[in-house]
């Protein structure tokens, strides 16, 4: 139908349009911040304050507290149906009570919405800009497991916080499906006036391990 | 109608482009067709402006709104150290993505391509909804919902959709809010920026089935109406129909930016995921988008990210939509890179910054503008897509003028397109082809006295000499020259109806009112702030030489 010839077309424009005025090509300057590292407690005081300005919430622990830290923001929340994705460290729900769902194939959508919240790990973080990076893996699951559940619980590793925006995108593999995820959902759509909680989680609950 | 070609002439200019000089030279591409899609409104710039600035409720939400943004937008920049260094980065990428085009836009086809997913190129607005059209159709379903995109918006989908039966789902709330009254969008980040929450609590209220009767106007309260209401929707509708921020060559991934999940809803619940995009939205590298992820949220809500970014690559086995597609559109993209200065404003990455500090689009809000793209962006990128003469009265041809030339644009975009040099550009294109009649001549007249107001006092009085000489040539003073009409009505000045521009331009009240506009876009753009705002001068974004 219209495939080959409207391809043809507009590659066809496009090299006329750059003959008629030909580019004049200049290197890219990339002379903005790049490869930062901070110390681990500037990380972690930056990420969390960000964390706390989108109005995250936020618990700090040892690795080995993770399960009381995650059983805590359930509770809070008064969770009672939880879903993990397939690679999640069992471990980290010892402490809960509740129901857990493992995600798998055979979840509907509407099985999810059934849902009062989800546990996932997550793949890196921006301090600078309060940012947790998901790709997919096995211990983020797929991306409708963390969008559909109204409270999310992100397990962070202190050691994946990278310092800025650059860094923290340079630890992802490009290709996989990835969620950048900046606090809870939020809509600035009514006289600019930002409103937390729209169509993704209402809550977000950080657990960042500073040992990990 | 066939002119003499000249080198760039086609775009901005003219309509359809002459034909091929000698075989093997090239061709100046294409405007947008007219007829389908919204790349010109239909009425000029200046009676719609007139009109919207006798409501009240209008300029008062958008004066609340627009001072909201702007400052939180300079406290975001200002955290940044290496703000103009990424703003460099960004002008720099985009220019080399343009240059670029024959061997990205290959190259994404073929990423995208090889991860599972189809894509299809349409000419212009009719071919890109076509297209849209029938991969609906395939799907079985009579229902889609939709991610806010512009390039959607443009082509006019909706519309074509409705009339092929098949029902377009706005998700994002304040275009729920624009679909749900039957109203136009009017900014290009926040559609019903021209709407305050008493008038969305009676547009919910009315518009949703079953909705509260009791619905207040609390903000949460209106958010949480859209998400029960749109709820049902993302989990049963198995079309989505999206555009994307980015589009990655190298990898061949797709980037969307959003605010409220409507979008990860959209990109990950459904079957099938369809994308509009324009040719000028390819970025070169993965990397690149380290800059525009910092550009982008924080030039447009003023935020240090946005809540949610989503990138993806063809299909992912087990995780969101099994069939996606991704449609390229030129729809006058061509004929805009066919214009030496026009095809710096394909690099708009659609951040709204330059409405949000323009004082012409604080007063007349977007609407006044015709176009899918209203303010200074738009008031460049519908002339270069869509053309200004391609109608006897085309009211693109008034575009160019619905601007005091003050620079704030430019000092806000982050990618440093210059508005204000496209601006004048078209004026002086549009009087060459009006001839050295007595618009042509006011008019240029008046490009120039918007230029600077420390040369106002001077050069008003030239330019009511020029006009009333100009008018004595024709023997009389004819009514108002359209875009000169415009402009003058724009202002928040007493104006008299006919045929008194020039007496008016003349005239104290004129000279006082025009000053005060000129010196408002002078003051702003020093301060880089606007009224009601009060922040101080902006330590690092220095304004451009003088033009
Ligand atoms: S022209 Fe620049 S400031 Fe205006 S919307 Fe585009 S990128 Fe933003």
Not at chain 2, 491 to 498: G, I, L, N, S
Not at chain 2, 526 to 536: F, K, M, Q, T, V
Request: with cysteine; charged share 25%.
């Amino acid at each position: 139908m219209s495939g080959p010839t409207a391809r043809e077309a507009v590659l066809g424009r496009i090299r006329d349009a750059l003959a008629l005025a030909p580019p004049g090509r200049q290197p890219v300057p990339r002379a903005y911040r790049t490869g930062r590292t901070l110390p681990d407690d500037e990380r972690l005081a930056l990420f969390t304050g960000r964390l706390a300005d989108y109005r995250a919430g936020v618990r700090v622990c040892t690795a080995a507290a993770t399960a009381e830290a995650v059983a805590g923001a359930l509770d809070a929340h008064g969770a009672r149906r939880v879903g993990v994705p397939p690679g999640l460290d069992p471990a980290w729900l010892e402490r809960f009570g509740g129901e857990v769902l493992v995600d798998s194939a055979a979840v509907s959508p509407r099985m999810l919405d059934g849902l009062d919240a989800v546990v996932t790990a997550s793949a890196a973080a921006c301090a600078e800009t309060g940012t947790v990076l998901l790709d997919g893996s096995p211990d983020q699951g797929r991306r409708a497991l963390s969008l559909v559940p109204d409270v999310h619980v992100l397990v962070v590793g202190l050691s994946t916080v990278a310092a800025g925006v650059p860094e923290a995108l340079a630890l992802l593999v490009p290709g996989r499906p990835t969620t950048l995820v900046s606090g809870p959902s939020a809509t600035s759509d009514i006289e600019l006036e930002r409103v937390e909680g729209v169509h993704g989680p209402r809550v977000l609950e950080v657990v960042l391990r500073t040992d990990a | 109608m066939t002119r003499p070609s000249r080198p760039g002439a086609a775009a901005g200019s003219g309509d359809d482009p002459p034909e091929r000089p000698l075989p093997g030279t090239p061709a100046p591409p294409p405007h947008a067709p007219p007829g389908t899609g919204r790349l010109r409104g239909d009425t000029p710039f200046p009676r719609a402006a007139r009109a919207a600035l006798g409501d009240h409720t209008l300029r008062d939400n958008l004066r609340r709104a627009t001072g909201t943004i702007r400052a939180r937008r300079l406290a975001a920049t200002r955290e940044l150290p290496d703000w103009e260094r990424l703003r460099d980065a960004g002008a720099a990428l985009k220019s080399e993505a343009l240059d670029r085009l024959p061997e990205l836009l290959p190259q994404l086809e073929a990423a995208f391509t090889g991860r599972g997913g189809t894509v299809h190129w349409a000419r212009d607005a009719a071919e890109a909804n076509a297209i849209v059209t029938r991969l609906v159709r395939e799907t079985g379903s009579e229902e889609v919902v939709k991610v806010k995109s512009m390039a959607t918006q443009e082509i006019g989908l909706n519309e074509h959709l409705a009339r092929q039966g098949i029902t377009a789902y706005e998700t994002d709330l304040a275009e729920l809010i624009v679909q749900l009254s039957g109203d136009r969008p009017s900014h290009i980040l926040v559609p019903a920026i021209h709407r305050n929450r008493e008038e969305i609590r009676g547009i919910l209220r009315d518009g949703i089935p079953d909705a509260d009767p009791r619905l207040g106007s609390d903000p949460a309260e209106l958010a949480a109406a859209a998400r029960a209401h749109l709820r049902e929707r993302f989990l049963t509708v198995p079309v989505a129909v999206s555009g994307a921020n980015f589009g990655i060559a190298e990898t061949g991934t797709l980037c969307v930016v959003e605010s409220e999940g409507n979008g990860r809803m959209c990109l990950t619940l459904p079957r099938t995921l369809i994308t509009v995009m324009g040719i000028e939205k390819v970025v070169p590298l993965h990397r690149d988008l380290e800059v525009f992820l910092q550009l982008l949220p924080r030039s447009a809500t003023g935020e240090r990210m946005n809540p949610y970014t989503s990138l993806w690559t063809g299909v992912t086995p087990g995780d969101g939509p099994q069939e996606v597609h991704l449609v390229l559109l030129d729809n006058g993209r061509t004929a805009a890179l066919a214009d030496p200065l026009g095809r710096g404003a394909l690099g708009c990455i659609r951040c709204s910054a330059c409405l949000n500090v323009c004082p012409v689009y604080e007063r007349v809000g977007g609407h006044a503008y015709g176009s899918t793209y209203p303010g200074p962006i738009g008031a460049v990128l519908s002339p270069y897509l869509a053309g200004m003469h391609a109608t006897g009265d085309d009211p693109n041809r008034t575009l160019p003028y619905a601007s005091t030339l003050c620079g704030a644009c430019l000092d806000a975009c982050p990618v440093r397109i210059d508005l204000p040099a496209m601006l004048v550009d078209l004026r002086r294109r549009h009087t060459e082809e009006a001839g050295r009649t007595p618009e042509a001549l006011a008019m240029r007249t008046a490009g120039a006295v918007m230029r600077r107001p420390r040369l106002y006092t001077a050069a008003q009085r030239t330019a009511a000499r020029l006009a009333r000489a100009a008018a004595r040539r024709e023997g009389r003073i004819t009514r108002l020259p359209p875009p000169l009409a415009g402009w003058t009505e724009a202002r928040d000045a007493p104006v008299p109806a006919r045929d008194a521009f020039r007496s008016w331009f003349a005239s104290p009240e004129g000279a006082a009112a025009m000053r005060a506009a000129a010196r408002e876009g002078e003051r702003r753009r020093a301060a880089h702030e606007g009224p009601g705002g009060g922040a101080p001068a902006d330590g690092h974004d220095r304004r451009e030489e003088e033009r």
